[in-house]
């Protein structure tokens, strides 16, 4: 592992029938940082997250995590939540006709049903923390789409996290909700000791929330740095970075 790595993705192929989704991608994260998968739809981010996350199983390559001597498997969602990867997708897979604090921990503590005064007291130390504006006995459907997301991110972060995985996080939200999501973002490794990785197509959007850019094309990464290294790298290729 390189100093001050938390993950490490080195040499991962997929392929689906007729289609190379990821060839050959070398990818870091490094402790503490906030790092933006790009690409267009079909560049290889949502594989190369669901590779991560267990959802699929690599062809080849090989991952590591910090704390780890050899290589770790990830067969599962389940073997990648107990090495400490949690995502979060797009779509929000929470229950509307439940509270608050039932979506952050029903399904996930062993007895947590059994003291709704407990549940419903983390849940709102945990969202004050985060400056979410939700009650844990509020139901989910009375929030905002935004406070939704948030709500998802929140359940994320308190499983123990290290890698948090953020797949188009402020997709379909007004400007305000990007601005309360982007504001969470920035929060999280500070207040959680994570590191974040965020999936997004939006290059204004990242360059305000994250701190180092990887590019997806054609399930290979072409590009990995800061936003500032982007902008010479497009200078120098003659495209407008303005």
Request: net charge negative; hydrophobic share 40%.
């Amino acid at each position: 592992m390189e100093n001050n790595a938390v993950l490490q993705m080195r040499n991962i192929h997929k392929s689906f029938p007729g289609v190379k989704a990821l060839s050959g991608v070398d990818f870091t994260l490094r402790k503490g940082e906030i790092h933006a998968l790009m690409g267009e739809n079909g560049a290889g981010k949502s594989t190369l997250i669901k590779v991560l996350t267990g959802v699929y199983t690599k062809d080849e390559g090989h991952i590591y995590l910090d704390g780890h001597e050899k290589e770790v498997q990830i067969r599962s969602p389940q073997e990648a939540q107990k090495l400490g990867i949690s995502p979060v997708y797009q779509e929000i897979t929470l229950c509307p006709n439940l509270s608050v604090a039932e979506n952050m921990y029903i399904g996930r503590t062993p007895g947590a049903v059994q003291n709704w005064r407990k549940m419903n007291k983390a849940a709102d130390k945990l969202l004050k923390s985060l400056d979410i504006p939700a009650k844990a006995a509020q139901q989910l459907s009375t929030c905002s789409l935004a406070v939704q997301q948030m709500i998802a991110i929140a359940r994320a972060v308190d499983t123990d996290c290290k890698v948090l995985i953020l797949d188009e996080p402020t997709n379909g939200l007004d400007p305000v909700g990007i601005h309360e999501i982007r504001t969470l973002i920035r929060s999280l490794p500070q207040k959680y000791d994570c590191t974040v990785l965020v999936s997004s197509h939006l290059l204004p959007e990242v360059e305000l929330m994250a701190d180092d850019i990887g590019i997806l094309n054609h399930g290979r990464l072409l590009f990995e740095g800061t936003t500032e290294d982007l902008k010479i790298s497009a200078r120098s290729a003659g495209f407008p970075t303005d």
